[in-house]
DNA sequence: ACTAAGCTGTGAAAGTCGTAACAGCGATGC
DNA sequence: GCATCGCTGTTACGACTTTCACAGCTTAGT
């Protein structure tokens, strides 16, 4: 029932992380401004997005940041863990697998896909290398439900729907093709040229207001 | 004085790659209806964003490809183009560097830089790796106004502060930390475990409705 | 005991963004 | 020539986010 927005989503897993980062400096309780501080947002959206998932601070002491931190966790993890297949081992799927190795005990990136037969059976960051054509026996096997696409544009959308067939609800795309799959699969982009001419544009925009201020 | 918003600019570069593969196509002209649906946005919001470029079509022919195609790269691009710094070349930095590898001729990375002695002076994927500490001079001698972050999230800030000092403007942010620079610069964030943590989170979300449903 | 200070939780305002709807135009067919 | 059709440009509306502002609570100090 907890129709929580798509932002606040991405915020509370922030703030988790900053949580564990505050745990390991030996702080047990943190105020909503510190939080928003290194968060990089307003005291007030932290209070708000944190009435998302139910938990309250105290007025004295702030939030404890070791309860806080699991409260997160029940909200956004599964239980059981959620097992993640990566469909592409290129320059960039690799580096999303040394990213992920053994980094989230509940995200487990359990299998990879290639076309290559070159990569095929080989273990890459720990990570066993599939033929792309046995996708929908193995995902099925190791029970994945989740899927990041890091093919080139031309095959992003063949290898969405092989997903989609196998089961799988989510899917991560770093493929620049907007991707025409069922509303039982969401689906997160991101697009690393995109945000790059974001940026330029913007930079170019600043750059032009610094220069005509004095 | 156009004040376009974030989101505007992105998809007028994504719908400027579209374009390109329609003129691929040998296509000439094409209707915001068929645009917007390669883009997976509605057709209103292809013609609101082609507003903000002060480009028209015509009521009975759409929009003629090419023309388009110049007018977003006129209002997007600089006309001389613009000098890209990498900053980290670890595994993502790699698969940035092929990934942009002569792709945008009006977006170049120039120049990499890392700690590691090792990778120092080597060219990778057509770019040359300079010693971190030498970023400040690099910068100013190949005029670099943008940067991209690649390293890890502790050493992001103080990376950030250098290419700040340096005279760049514009920043992609790769490391899972909110950085804390001048107005003068602005900053776009690509937070992959975040990301990836909203596909959990939505995947298992659908997936409960579809169980729910019948 | 009582005041003062500082934080949380939350209703309401402000702002942002996307969508619907329609007037206007150019081409086509009769 | 005139009506019809389909698409564009634009305005108005609605949905969603963020921020503001304040009541309520808890502690500390006098």
Do not use: W
């Not at 076309?115 to 290398?129: Q, T």
């Not at 026996?137 to 290898?159: C, F, K, N, T, Y």
Request: proline fraction near 5%.
């Amino acid at each position: 029932m907890p129709l929580t927005s798509h932002k606040t989503i991405g915020r509370l897993s922030l703030y988790r992380r900053l949580l564990m980062e505050l745990t390991a400096e030996r702080a047990t309780n943190v105020y909503s401004h510190e939080l928003a501080s290194l968060a990089g947002v307003t005291a007030a959206q932290v209070r708000r997005d944190l009435m998302a998932i139910g938990y309250s601070g105290s007025p004295s002491r702030g939030y404890e940041v070791r309860e806080l931190t699991g409260a997160i966790g029940r909200f956004l993890d599964d239980p059981t863990g959620q097992n993640v297949a990566l469909v592409g081992v290129g320059n960039l799927g690799r580096a999303i697998l040394a990213y992920f190795s053994g980094r989230r005990p509940n995200l487990r990136i359990v299998a990879a896909f290639d076309r290559d037969p070159y990569k095929v059976n080989r273990v890459i960051h720990g990570c066993r290398c599939y033929r792309l054509a046995d996708l929908p026996e193995v995902a099925r096997e190791l029970d994945i439900h989740m899927g990041i696409i890091a093919v080139p544009a031309s095959e992003a959308q063949d290898v969405a729907e092989m997903l989609s067939r196998a089961g799988v609800n989510g899917l991560l795309n770093f493929a620049p093709t907007s991707l025409r799959v069922g509303p039982q699969v969401y689906v997160e982009d991101i697009d690393i040229t995109t945000s790059l001419e974001k940026v330029a544009y913007f930079a170019r925009e600043t750059a032009m207001k610094k220069e005509a201020k004095p």
